[in-house]
């Protein structure tokens, strides 16, 4: 370090040289190398590449214009803080800043990435090494067994517990100030100035092996491993007495794996029932115990501010308040990202390509910052190049008759997808549903709306970023665009896995689970397939048409004869929305798409049109929601909604919906009277040519013929069809790149 320290004035980082040709490829002129090296980006020295993660340490705003309005923000307060936002916001970036500017020490609790990298591994070994009872017959029981009145067994468990790892977070603290303690022995007798010595210190920090050539941190934490508990406590306290004042911020980054780790190992405090906690509950209360006056900054894609409040309220902490901190901003302008690859690579680019990089970017850090370093490897005129290759391996985007070249080149697959995205992981979150219909929502309509509940899942599974107000968005196109893979692909997110899941489990709510979009879908593969009777289940004498194939028309009241309109191929969208009672009329009257979801005073969640065999036609009503309670638990009939009760609040509506109704032919709908004196049968026509479908449910009179006729969905015969093209990914690519 004393080495290091001599010349860090002069040569604080290793900087990275651009190259004239790089993988086959022409990159740089000398002219442009030149320029770049006057930029001095650091290098990562276990790739060789740009590091972006402490370009400019101290001047981000020459990148972000915002971010001194940000880093105001989080640090006008005196509590702690709990920084959670999605992967790839700036979290990482934003606690280096504060460190730089404030001092302090940082934690992470992993490794990072080749492109990616964070400190020191000497916390993320910590974690990894510890022992359990199970495995090795020493170290840790994994399942402590909490109750109010906890048994001795459990409560020996649980202290055995929190000692054992306590010692290791304290090794763990002694190590980093043993360091901290010589660094500024040496710092001072250079005639650091405190600034100087606060990025020197960061720089060691976050890139040990850039700076030392080896993870120094670890080298300590290995050797203090070997001390006894008395000599880490009395070292521990000396170390304290030395620096502790000097130090004003505690970082733990990436602090999700710890939040993941050992969940069952650890108890609450503060609750009348204790509950289950990991072993972030203990870093943070070891941590706040030894730096009582500090600020502590927890850096989280996983939100739980509750155990961490447990935690503080159980140390010996002077602050024990913490807020959550969240909604970075991102470069939210065609404008902005132009400034911001503007600096790297002055005048490149055209105008419609900075448009297209924030169609699908959305001026994400995380997103932007991978682009350029790929650009300064490959050279401004393989952009293109670089930003395919990117959304392919990222995004998971594949135009059909276009190749991303450099794809499958190893440095565009140095970022793992598996973090960013976890297939897994998203198909048994409690979140699972409000990813489906936030894919829904913009695939089909275009539009992202907060979520006000699973907030903190979406965004732990990096699918949503916070917003200012707390609630989260699913709005990132490359996000979405995965996202829109694993819908099609799910076992519980698409159409089918949301059936089944509702026929196993009858309380599963449907109502924000983007169903009808997906029951479309069902509908249009199954009335190629099938005739009415298999589709649907008629209580009673069934008519004679249900034993035969129905095809979806679209609705052409405002015509005088012939009322409706075949449709030779499925239509590039299924459904049309409707707000208003006006706009259901506009669709009776003249529709483009063969389903409609209408305004929500009509009293359906669905509407379509059928012809039906023997020239009759029918428009067919789709409910999932039912006025009447069920009698008994167990009991699935319902009492269909009534004509008359379709635009219930508005008389005037209902009419216009009858007057239209009254256009077309009757519907028969069979009966097995005869007339007097005659054998053959009396053709009874329905009040009103209506089909009423109720979903997961049976009619209340399940025995007894309707009029107008009521039908029950046979889902189990529509999941025998293959599953369904909810929506085409070429218009979901579309809607990403016409963005403007």
């Known amino acids: 370090m004393a080495t290091f320290l001599d010349t860090a004035q002069e040569h604080l980082f290793p900087t990275w040289d651009p190259q004239p040709e790089y993988e086959g490829l022409a990159s740089w002129s000398a002219e442009d190398i030149n320029r770049l090296r006057g930029l001095s980006i650091p290098?990562?020295?276990?790739?060789?590449?740009?590091?972006?993660?402490?370009?400019?340490?101290?001047?981000?705003?020459?990148?972000?214009?915002?971010?001194?309005?940000?880093?105001?923000d989080f640090v006008n307060d005196k509590g702690h803080i709990f920084l959670s936002d999605t992967s790839g916001s700036g979290k990482t970036r934003l606690v280096t800043e504060v460190l730089d500017r404030y001092g302090g020490l940082y934690f992470?609790?992993?490794?990072?990435?080749?492109?990616?990298?964070?400190?020191?591994?000497?916390?993320?070994?910590?974690?990894?090494?510890?022992r359990t009872q199970a495995v090795y017959g020493s170290g840790l029981f994994e399942d402590i067994d909490l109750s109010k009145r906890m048994s001795r067994r459990a409560k020996t468990q649980l202290v055995h517990n929190q000692r054992h790892v306590r010692l290791i977070f304290e090794r763990l603290i002694l190590s980093r100030l043993l360091l901290f303690n010589e660094f500024c022995i040496l710092s001072r007798a250079r005639g650091f100035a405190d600034e100087w010595a606060r990025r020197v210190w960061v720089w060691l920090q976050l890139r040990p092996h850039a700076t030392l050539q080896h993870d120094c941190f670890y080298s300590i934490y290995c050797a203090v491993e070997r001390l006894g508990e008395d000599e880490v406590t009395r070292r521990l306290e000396s170390a304290l007495e030395t620096c502790g004042s000097t130090i004003s911020h505690v970082v733990i980054d990436e602090a999700d794996i710890a939040l993941n780790s050992f969940t069952n190992a650890f108890s609450t405090s503060t609750y009348d029932i204790p509950r289950h906690a990991p072993i972030f509950r203990e870093l943070i209360k070891c941590l706040a115990d030894h730096f009582p006056k500090q600020r502590l900054v927890v850096?989280?894609?996983?939100?739980?501010?509750?155990?961490?409040?447990?935690?503080l309220a159980d140390s010996r902490?002077?602050?024990?308040?913490?807020?959550?901190?969240?909604?970075?901003?991102?470069?939210?302008?065609?404008?902005?990202?132009?400034?911001?690859?503007?600096?790297?690579?002055?005048?490149?680019?055209?105008?419609?390509?900075?448009?297209?990089?924030?169609?699908?970017?959305?001026?994400?850090?995380r997103f932007l910052a991978l682009l350029t370093t790929y650009i300064l490897l490959y050279g401004a005129q393989n952009m293109m190049q670089c930003l395919d290759a990117m959304l392919a391996v990222l995004?998971?985007?594949?135009?059909?008759?276009?190749?991303?070249?450099?794809?499958?080149?190893?440095?565009?697959?140095?970022?793992s997808v598996v973090p960013l995205l976890d297939y897994k992981d998203m198909d048994w979150s409690d979140a699972c549903v409000s990813l489906r219909k936030s894919v829904i929502d913009y695939a089909l309509y275009g539009r992202t709306e907060p979520e006000a509940t699973h907030c903190a899942s979406l965004v732990s599974l990096n699918a949503a970023h916070f917003l200012d107000s707390g609630a989260a968005v699913v709005s990132e196109p490359i996000i979405l665009h995965r996202l829109a893979r694993w819908v099609q692909s799910s076992t519980r997110a698409s159409i089918f896995g949301l059936i089944r899941c509702k026929l196993e489990d009858n309380t599963f709510d449907l109502n924000e689970a983007a169903f009808v979009e997906g029951f479309a879908a069902v509908l249009w593969s199954a009335f190629n397939a099938f005739d009415v009777s298999a589709c649907f289940d008629f209580p009673g004498l069934r008519p004679d048409w249900v034993h035969h194939r129905a095809s979806l028309v679209l609705p052409c009241f405002r015509r005088r004869r012939r009322p409706f309109a075949p449709l030779t191929a499925r239509p590039e969208s299924l459904l049309s929305v409707a707000e208003t009672s006006d706009d259901v009329f506009k669709w009776l009257n003249d529709a483009s798409r063969p389903f409609l979801v209408p305004d929500e005073d009509f009293g359906a969640e669905l509407l379509f049109m059928l012809d039906l065999h023997g020239d009759a036609q029918a428009l067919v009503t789709v409910h999932t929601k039912f006025s009447e309670a069920k009698r008994t638990r167990r009991d699935l009939r319902a009492v269909p909604p009534r004509p008359h009760e379709f635009y219930k609040k508005s008389p005037e509506d209902n009419q216009r919906l009858m007057d239209i109704l009254a256009k077309l032919p009757p519907l028969p709908i069979g009966s097995r009277k005869r007339t007097r004196g005659s054998d053959a049968t009396k053709v009874r026509h329905a009040?009103?040519?209506?089909?009423?479908?109720?979903?997961?449910?049976?009619?209340?009179?399940?025995?007894?013929?309707?009029?107008?006729?009521?039908?029950?969905?046979?889902?189990?015969?529509?999941?025998?069809?293959?599953?369904?093209?909810?929506?085409?990914?070429?218009?979901v690519e579309n809607r990403i790149s016409e963005y403007r």
């Open 43 to 72: 290098e990562n020295t276990r790739s060789a590449t740009p590091d972006l993660g402490m370009y400019a340490l101290g001047r981000l705003e020459i990148l972000d214009p915002s971010f001194p309005d940000t880093l105001r």
């Open 108 to 130: 992470t609790c992993s490794a990072g990435t080749s492109l990616n990298t964070h400190g020191s591994v000497d916390l993320v070994t910590a974690l990894a090494d510890i």
């Open 299 to 311: 850096s989280s894609a996983q939100l739980d501010l509750p155990l961490m409040i447990d935690a």
């Open 317 to 365: 902490t002077t602050t024990k308040s913490v807020r959550h901190f969240g909604g970075l901003p991102t470069l939210a302008s065609v404008g902005r990202c132009a400034d911001y690859l503007g600096h790297f690579f002055p005048g490149a680019f055209s105008s419609e390509e900075y448009r297209l990089v924030y169609a699908w970017t959305r001026g994400r850090i």
């Open 395 to 415: 995004a998971d985007r594949h135009p059909p008759g276009a190749k991303a070249q450099l794809a499958e080149h190893h440095d565009f697959r140095r970022e």
């Open 687 to 731: 009040r009103l040519p209506l089909l009423r479908l109720l979903c997961f449910t049976e009619p209340w009179r399940s025995h007894e013929a309707y009029d107008p006729p009521v039908a029950s969905v046979n889902f189990g015969r529509l999941l025998q069809l293959p599953p369904p093209v909810e929506f085409n990914m070429s218009d």
